[in-house]
């Protein structure tokens, strides 16, 4: 749909003065994103279908959206991928974003998150992103703040704006896709038929749970595959639709969508895992695509450890999604902010 639309439907109703309407039923600041499953289908269409228009919209339309809206990145953990696409589609919304980081603030001298948190708030931030390296830290942000909180990745927990643009990435390839307001959303049967597997660190893996909590739910079909060291059989106990398949080839062959996930070597502390059994055993190639998964689609959530997980030439070729996956990011992240800054109802049709 045409951008200027969009900038009319997505006004300055509320600012931060302003109360706001939301259906975001959460004890949680509204607009607040901190795990994948507070998000209904209805929710999740509603932020496909606006990362769609604002990505169609004008760049001048667009920074209207939230003019000097202002929004903190706190990280307490690297990035490139996360941190960039929300910063950038911030910016490219018209908001004021400042960036915090653990390395040169006063989280150095031992700052407490809540400090840090009410002291961004004083500061005029209406809205933080956070990435940290406990689980539930978005919580207490959340809670001692009062401010929406977006989780960037929590610890070993969850990373739902990363599955957000995973689902947008599979759906768009898929040819799935909510692409605009006249097509009917999201729904329990979208991914009806459709095999996700995921290989590699799931033991360690935010994105791998924050997936497997969201694709079943849309009827896809989650299938983890490593070996025990990384991927214990308790895994399976995250929920419906997910199973377990050691063997990379045999879970290849059934596979539309093959997500592979870096080992974290700084997550790795006391593990015992051959790195050259690894790669002998899970290491997807070209040659494995070609012979069990010639037409699946690749991604990868990043960073890449090349020529371990994933080699070279499998990253790079014609079935690799990675780098759309990254630019997917974008989009899905304008939407997040929209949903928080504005504190409306996109799943309702708003935008
Ligand atoms: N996918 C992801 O979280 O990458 P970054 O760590 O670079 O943000």
Redesign the pocket.
């Known amino acids: 749909m045409a951008g200027k639309k969009t900038a009319s439907r997505v006004s300055r109703r509320a600012t931060a003065s302003q109360p706001r309407t939301s259906v975001f039923v959460s004890p949680y600041p509204a607009g607040s994103l901190l795990s994948i499953t507070q998000l209904s289908l209805d929710d999740i269409s509603g932020i496909l279908v606006a990362a769609t228009e604002l990505e169609a919209a004008s760049p001048r339309e667009r920074a209207t959206l939230l003019e000097g809206r202002k929004v903190a990145l706190l990280f307490y953990e690297?990035?490139?991928?996360?941190?960039t696409s929300f910063e950038l589609a911030a910016k490219s919304l018209g908001v004021v974003t400042t960036l915090v980081s653990d390395k040169s603030s006063s989280i150095e001298k031992g700052e407490s998150l809540k400090d840090t948190g009410i002291t961004l708030r004083a500061l005029g931030a209406e809205c933080i992103i956070l990435r940290h390296v406990s689980s539930g830290a978005p919580w207490l942000l959340a809670q001692s703040t009062g401010l929406p909180v977006l989780n960037a990745?929590d610890g070993m927990h969850e990373?739902p704006s990363?599955a957000l643009l995973d689902l947008r990435t599979m759906l768009a390839r898929l040819r799935l896709a909510p692409v605009a307001r006249s097509t009917a959303g999201i729904s329990k049967a979208t991914l009806r038929g459709i095999t996700v597997l995921i290989t590699g660190d799931i033991l360690h893996s935010r994105?791998a749970r924050s997936n497997a909590l969201l694709l079943p739910r849309l009827g896809a079909r989650v299938i983890f595959c490593g070996p025990p060291e990384l991927l214990p059989e308790h895994a399976v106990s995250i929920g419906p639709g997910v199973t377990i398949e050691r063997d990379f080839d045999k879970a290849l062959a059934q596979a539309d969508v093959v997500m592979m996930l870096r080992i974290q070597n700084e997550r790795l502390a006391g593990l015992k895992l051959n790195l050259a059994d690894y790669i002998d055993n899970y290491q997807l190639t070209v040659d494995r695509l070609t012979l069990y998964a010639p037409n699946a689609v690749v991604l990868h959530?990043?960073?890449i450890n090349r020529g371990l997980e994933i080699s070279s030439e499998a990253a790079d070729g014609p079935q690799s999604m990675i780098a759309e996956q990254v630019r997917h990011g974008v989009a899905i992240r304008m939407a997040l902010l929209v949903r928080a800054l504005q504190g409306i109802n996109i799943a309702g049709g708003t935008l």
Do not use: L
């Not at 690297?78 to 941190?83: G, L, P």
């Open positions: 690297s990035s490139t991928r996360t941190r990745g990373h990363q994105v959530p990043g960073p």
